[in-house]
């Protein structure tokens, strides 16, 4: 009797134990499909607040957008997007500290991540950070970058960054910037002109002309890239290539005055240069003789105006030695090299004295560019 009772006893708790690891099983899954289900509406609710939140900012509606992300971020607190969404949001709401404490936890987790990065760099440029600023740009710069048309958002970024070097007068810091975006250039006439502006906001003369000709190469007929040839050009002290720039220039655009301005005394420069190679003697004794006199006759009208008693005896003092030079001049006579190098330096240092008195004539304002030219040749 006993013998039998024992397996039957097993065999019942047997029989519970699976039931019971059923039932439990039954709960587990029940459970984990409610919390599926319950994950399932709060990402729905967050991402319904996220949405609500990017219309609000895009519309200037600020604080709203502030607390919308706020929903976004409670119901899902691990989604960096919606934490990146309300930091951004609290640093246009002018709330810095808040925006700074979560933008640093973001970046903690996810140092080379761009997007955190670049958001630290705005705060920081914001709160007049520079250097600061500037370390963040570059970590977004060289970071880990996702989606699409990653080379042209790093570009534009990049843009960003030489923009704000340059509203901060880091030149150098700048240039160097430039150089990286300018090696990466697409082939058009836009770029190559967006690029020289930047080159000459910061001090490039030489690599923005580089780049407005490679504009004018690409484009002939392109007005910008022709405009900013020529003044670059005229800036660098290349008057032949100033005028073949304004000509084509205002060829295509004959309205612009400064241009007009600029091409009549880059044309003047190269017309009156007396030091300018390849003259024949008769050609460098005339320019010398015209130049000479124009400037002597700017003397004596600048002196007749000036009052101040010592700039008065600086140009009495000039005229003096221009009075001496004059005979060496003569026309029957060839100067020599040394005089006619005197000679140039002697006139400039007129124009230079005259130029306190009020504006300069065209004819004049190229004297005074030749002689800026020549000047490391002049005595």
């Known amino acids: ?176 910037e430039l150089l990286i975006l300018e090696a990466g250039l697409p082939y058009d006439a836009a770029s190559h002109i967006e690029v020289a502006k930047l080159f000459l906001q910061a001090g490039d003369v030489r690599r923005a002309f580089k780049n407005y000709s490679a504009a004018v190469q690409l484009d002939h007929h392109n007005v910008d890239a022709l405009r900013g040839a020529g003044e670059t050009s005229f800036l660098l002290g290349d008057y032949a290539q100033a005028v073949h720039y304004r000509r084509a220039e205002l060829e295509l655009d004959p309205s612009s005055t400064t241009s007009q301005k600029q091409l009549a005394l880059a044309e003047m420069v190269l017309e009156e240069d007396p030091l300018a190679p390849h003259l024949t003697d008769q050609e460098r004794k005339d320019r010398l003789l015209a130049d000479f006199q124009r400037s002597l006759q700017r003397l004596d009208a600048c002196l007749g105006q000036i009052a101040d008693a010592k700039a008065s005896a600086e140009l009495q003092s000039l005229k003096a030695e221009a009075l001496a030079m004059q005979p060496k001049l003569g026309r029957n006579k060839k100067p020599d090299f040394d005089t006619v190098r005197s000679a140039a330096g002697l006139i400039f240092r007129m124009e230079e004295a005259a130029a306190r008195c009020g504006e300069l004539p065209v004819e004049d304002e190229a004297l005074l560019l030749i002689g800026r030219e020549h000047k490391g040749a002049l005595p």
């Open 1 to 176: 009797m006993e013998v039998k009772t024992i397996p039957r006893v097993l065999h019942n708790e047997l029989v519970l134990l699976v039931a019971l690891s059923i039932v439990a099983f039954g709960v587990f899954v029940f459970t984990r499909n409610m919390a599926a289900r319950q994950q399932r509406m709060e990402a729905g609710i967050a991402a319904t607040w996220y949405e609500r939140g990017e219309r609000l900012i895009a519309s200037g509606q600020v604080e709203p957008a502030i607390q919308a992300f706020r929903r976004a971020t409670a119901e899902s607190r691990d989604t960096q997007k919606y934490v990146l969404a309300l930091a951004n949001a609290l640093s246009a709401g002018n709330h810095e500290s808040e925006a700074e404490d979560l933008l640093l936890q973001l970046r903690e987790s996810d140092p080379e991540n761009a997007e955190i990065n670049i958001s630290l760099a705005r705060l920081a440029a914001k709160q007049g950070e520079t250097d600061e600023a500037v370390r963040y740009y570059q970590s977004a710069l060289y970071g880990r970058w996702t989606g699409d048309q990653v080379e042209e958002r790093r570009n534009q970024l990049r843009k960003e960054l030489i923009g704000f070097l340059l509203q901060h007068q880091q030149h150098q810091l700048a240039s160097s």
